[in-house]
């Protein structure tokens, strides 16, 4: 069992950054891929980066490349998503997930099997 509890969201303008935790529960942290996603109001629950259980692989939706970074701490059991540069349209709860099956990084919604309860970002344009 994996329980995770986001933190760090907030209001921010345009341009601005922000880091977002994610505290995992659990000994089984360190062997599983975490994933971030997020979901805007109307829209569906989309991908944005994914970190396998050693932090050596990544991944990133093309709307975030180069302005978010997917890290974690196995130590703290702890994954973090520094964003940068941030847009209006970056605006949403954004949830961390874990894949307690595997690993390895996937982009894959339906890999993950525990999410967090969210928390809200909103950037002012």
């Known amino acids: 069992q994996v329980q995770l509890v986001e933190s760090g969201g907030g209001l921010v303008q345009a341009g601005a950054s922000l880091t977002l935790s994610c505290a995992a529960s659990g000994r089984t942290f360190s062997s599983v891929a975490m994933g971030w996603f997020r979901q805007a109001p109307g829209k569906e629950r989309e991908f944005v980066a994914a970190?396998?259980?050693?932090?050596?692989?990544?991944y990133y939706a093309d709307s975030v490349k180069g302005r978010f970074t997917i890290s974690r701490d196995n130590a703290k059991n702890t994954v973090y998503l520094q964003m940068n540069s941030l847009k209006f349209e970056d605006t949403a709860v954004y949830y961390c997930?874990?894949?307690?099956?595997?690993?390895?990084?996937?982009?894959?919604?339906?890999?993950?099997?525990?999410w967090g309860q969210g928390t809200q970002v909103t950037v002012s344009s």
């Open positions: 997930a874990a894949n307690r099956k595997s690993g390895i990084a996937t982009m894959t919604r339906y890999n993950y099997d525990y």
């Open positions: 970190i396998s259980w050693s932090g050596g692989t990544t």
